[in-house]
């Protein structure tokens, strides 16, 4: 089976730094997706890796770590609208290659 | 470019009924996927089609559902005689033929069945 790991909740403080972990084990890997997904709304794509290391993007970063089987989504200067569930996805090799097996989310709090 | 669009945004219906969802993907997108989700859980794979083939199911898509994407566009979600578990969001989510495989979700349906 694929299992796919993240914290259930976080809390962090406005302006700071938070990094949202996934560790999966899954059979077969060809991308980690993260998404965000306000309460009551659809899923936002925020980021794709396939490669190892750090992708930029904004105040967003994700990181991959294929050995490891380990991904990391860096939030910087959190703003309050920053407070949503954030989805790590596994996009398998193979038959299901294209559809998305998502952990169960991390639900992040900003507060002032 | 408008989106995905997923009709109806909220239902309501009573065990044992019918209900059917539709859901238009972004346009020049060939690919379309749908999901499930409860409280509290990330979306769950049902189904995924390339044009109008469909190409994936899930276990979890039992005999009681069934979709369809009959020209290659708009594709509908049936689920017959409904069930008290089946209640949950219904997300449909596109991407393109080409490039990326991000997926891009519609707003959802969700289902209540009572």
């Known amino acids: 089976g694929q299992n796919i790991d993240q914290p259930t909740e976080m809390t962090a403080t406005e302006g700071a730094i938070v990094q949202i972990n996934c560790t999966y084990q899954?059979?077969?890997?060809?991308?980690l997706f993260w998404y965000q997904q306000h309460a009551g709304e659809a899923p936002t794509f925020l980021s794709y890796n396939v490669l190892d290391g750090l992708e930029e993007k904004g105040r967003f970063s994700s990181f991959l770590s294929r050995s490891k089987g380990y991904s990391y989504l860096l939030l910087k200067e959190l703003q309050m609208k920053d407070s949503a569930s954030y989805l790590c996805a596994v996009r398998l090799s193979g038959a299901g290659s294209y559809q998305l097996t998502f952990g169960k989310g991390t639900k992040l709090s900003v507060i002032p | 470019d408008t989106g995905v669009s997923q009709d109806p945004r909220h239902k309501i219906t009573k065990r044992g009924q019918n209900v059917t969802f539709r859901c238009d993907p972004i346009s020049e997108h060939n690919r379309l996927y749908w999901y499930r989700q409860t409280l509290g859980q990330g979306p769950e794979f049902l189904t995924y089609?390339?044009?109008?083939?469909?190409?994936?199911k899930s276990r979890l898509l039992s005999d009681r559902f069934s979709a369809e994407r009959p020209k290659g566009s708009f594709s509908t979600l049936e689920i017959q005689r409904t069930e008290q578990g089946d209640s949950a969001m219904y997300l449909c989510?596109?991407?393109?033929?080409?490039?990326?495989?991000?997926?891009?979700f519609g707003p959802g349906t969700r289902l209540t069945v009572t």
């Open positions: 989510a596109s991407s393109s033929g080409t490039g990326g495989y991000e997926q891009y």
């Open positions: 899954t059979s077969g890997f060809n991308g």
């Open positions: 089609f390339q044009n109008e083939a469909q190409l994936e």
